[in-house]
């Protein structure tokens, strides 16, 4: 049953069909269909066939759905809207005018709000609820019809935003920089076409956040005030011609904050004008339409489903050498100091053919490397049941652990645990990257952010095999305390953690491994503090993300734990953290000295940006190489090229100067590492190449 009564008020029986609106509080009731036909408030008829849709993000919409079929989809709403209301619109230029014995239809102004419902065919007063007349009525008639501007913006609300200025700024992760392309691609549909640089210059200000640490939101806070000072005196900027538009521009706060934080976003003498989350992006031009009318356009609520699969990012810079894709949202891993379950939701993956299809549209754009994002990228699951065409799973299904019996269990490393269990598994994150792998040869592949417990020796081996999968893993440990990473609720033991740092050493020899690490979580004791630096020690990181313990509201350790560690101390912690990590990495760089790297370069070097250019090898070190024109090994056979592994510089010396190429942005280089530092490499090109034919000759 449903969880509160849906009652239909002003409701009257005609016979043409009709579209089904179910909307929250938070929706405005006036709202324009594909017929162009406006709902007026209570000004409502019934038909025989209806066509559904939900605004507000209630989890579904535009299905053609009656009597059974919607109460199941009803059932599945319900709990997430406070309060509903359900309108029937009423197609007249589909109506028919000899349907017998039909009762005849209030004129609208006689209808009055509350005075009307519809019970078993027939128009009554209000009181009836929602059950009382499902399943009544004729069969469906599909309507094909659909709208050709947004379906729930007013004509002068769409005019406005037309040609509609945005400035934007990023706050946070990967996934972060991800989401607002995928927001600019909605706002692009929307009709704003122009990304500015100045905020003065803007229609509207986007600010993408972050809630992880309290450090993050202090900053967002601070370019709220500076933008609140810019609105207040926009006066001075129109008088100055500083701006293009004469009235300030919106600020809409996007995000994990937005998340978090919305009640007191709204309390904060008006700094901000449109608060919303990150799975209600599509809502954005709704919520803007609702400041126009005065209001505060607010959408903060937690989807299952929603991935935008359908959505093509709008990239942020069209000359990247690398983009990101996000492959799944949402974290099932509720670690207690954590507050990424409460502000991105339940895990839930794209489909795979939606990721092929986007790495194709940016292999087409220029792109040569694709990060792979994810709150717990490792544990994608895809079980849309959607087929990859020319992609069959051969490999996983020969090298799988128990790969005929796959359960959630023998997904994970052996010794971890997980606190969720996954119910259906589909499609794993090895599938998705033998895919992907397989079809763009010539792509290369990262991925981030993972959790340790799902690396089983199948991903292991898949990254051994392929030459386009990075050979960097990103593990993080979070403490090297056994103790403290139960309090953290992490599903492992710092032995167990050891145990996967040596298979994958042992399977992936040449792998670079990253870490996340904080110091001072409640409870921390100086003996916890140094089992993590001894970590740090044993393992040799290639690089770490470190910070001092920020306790956020809503996760386990604020409901249970006392932030009972000082901050001098935190701080304290994290200076030896530092320092133990910077005397540890340093023997990974001294030990590539003098070998040959296959670099992907990504820009010219800022601090010498003529005669220098910055590139990453496999490993995810970061590389700096003279810009010199270098043999083209494309231009030669494969026979004439000498083996990529032992290849140096004299080998090419008889290449004449008018036979070699300038090296640009994205080419892929060969170049020998001649010093090194504590963070970088330095080294001279050898001659410009491509993954395939790097790889063949190394083998």
């Not at 005019?159 to 946070?172: C, D, L, S």
């Not at 300030?248 to 998340?259: N, R």
Request: hydrophobic share 35%; aromatic share 8%; net charge neutral.
């Amino acid at each position: 049953m449903l969880s509160m009564p849906l009652k239909f008020t002003s409701v009257a029986q005609s016979s043409g069909p009709c579209r089904l609106l179910i909307s929250s509080r938070s929706v405005v009731s006036s709202v324009g269909f594909w017929s162009q036909i406006r709902i007026q408030p209570f000004k409502v008829a019934m038909a025989q066939s209806i066509q559904c849709q939900v605004v507000g993000g209630l989890g579904f919409s535009n299905s053609t759905l009656v009597g059974a079929s919607l109460s199941r989809c009803l059932r599945t709403s319900a709990r997430t809207v406070s309060s509903a209301r359900v309108c029937v619109a009423h197609l007249s230029s589909q109506a028919s005018s000899s349907t017998e014995n039909a009762t005849p239809t209030p004129s609208p102004a006689s209808i009055k709000p509350g005075d009307w419902s519809f019970k078993n065919g027939k128009v009554v007063r209000e009181g009836s609820i929602f059950q009382d007349f499902l399943g009544q009525g004729p069969s469906p008639a599909l309507v094909n019809s659909e709208p050709t501007s947004v379906p729930y913006l007013a004509k002068d609300a769409e005019k406005a935003i037309r040609n509609g200025r945005m400035y934007v700024e990023t706050y946070g992760c990967q996934m972060n920089v991800n989401d607002m392309e995928i927001v600019l691609a909605i706002m692009k549909d929307a009709g704003y076409n122009e990304i500015v640089y100045e905020p003065e210059q803007a229609d509207i200000i986007f600010i993408n956040t972050c809630a992880i640490r309290e450090n993050a939101e202090h900053k967002v806070w601070q370019r709220l005030n500076v933008f609140r000072h810019m609105k207040r005196h926009w006066n001075r900027n129109v008088v100055s011609s500083s701006t293009r538009s004469r009235y300030p521009p919106k600020v809409a706060v996007l995000g994990c904050m937005a998340e978090r934080l919305k009640v007191k976003l709204l309390e904060s003498e008006k700094m901000v004008d449109v608060v919303c989350g990150p799975d209600a992006y599509r809502d954005l031009p709704r919520l803007l339409s609702l400041v126009d009318e005065g209001q505060t356009g607010i959408n903060t609520m937690l989807s299952l489903e929603e991935t935008y699969a359908d959505v093509s990012p709008v990239r942020l810079s069209s000359s990247q050498v690398s983009a990101y894709v996000s492959i799944m949202r949402g974290c099932n891993n509720m670690c207690s100091f954590c507050i990424v379950p409460f502000t991105r939701g339940r895990e839930r993956s794209r489909p795979v053919d939606s990721i092929v299809r986007e790495v194709g549209e940016l292999w087409e754009q220029g792109v040569k490397e694709v990060v792979l994002l994810g709150q717990n990228v490792n544990s994608y699951n895809d079980i849309s049941g959607n087929v990859v065409e020319g992609y069959d799973g051969a490999w996983i299904e020969q090298n799988a652990r128990e790969a005929a019996q796959q359960t959630s269990a023998n997904l994970l490393s052996p010794g971890f645990t997980s606190i969720s269990n996954v119910k259906e598994v589909g499609l794993t994150f090895a599938h998705l990257l033998d895919c992907l792998s397989t079809i763009y040869p010539q792509m290369r592949f990262r991925f981030t952010s993972p959790h340790p417990k799902h690396f089983p020796e199948e991903l292991l081996y898949l990254m051994k095999d392929r030459p386009n999968i990075c050979k960097a893993i990103h593990l993080p440990a979070q403490s090297g305390s056994s103790a403290v990473l139960e309090r953290m609720r992490r599903g492992y033991t710092r032995e167990a953690y050891l145990e996967l740092v040596e298979r994958i050493r042992t399977i992936l020899p040449e792998a670079s491994i990253s870490s996340d690490f904080i110091t001072g979580f409640c409870g921390e004791t100086e003996e916890d503090h140094q089992d993590t630096l001894s970590l740090v020690e044993t393992v040799g990181y290639d690089m770490a993300y470190m910070f001092a313990y920020s306790m956020r509201e809503k996760t386990h350790a604020h409901r249970n734990y006392v932030d009972d560690v000082p901050e001098d101390v935190k701080q304290r912690r994290l200076a030896e953290l530092i320092t133990t990590f910077r005397g540890s990495t340093g023997q990974n760089y001294k030990a590539q000295l003098g070998t040959t790297q296959l670099v992907l370069i990504e820009a010219p070097n800022k601090r010498n940006p003529e005669e220098e250019l910055i590139g990453r090898t496999d490993r995810g070190h970061k590389v700096v190489l003279t810009n010199i024109p270098v043999p083209d090994a494309l231009s030669f056979s494969p026979s004439q090229v000498s083996d990529g592994a032992n290849t140096s510089q004299h080998q090419w010396s008889d290449v004449d100067e008018q036979s070699k190429v300038k090296l640009e942005v994205g080419d892929h280089v060969e170049v020998h590492i001649v010093s090194t530092t504590l963070a970088s490499l330095r080294g001279n090109p050898i001659c410009r190449t491509d993954l395939c034919t790097y790889h063949s000759k190394s083998r």
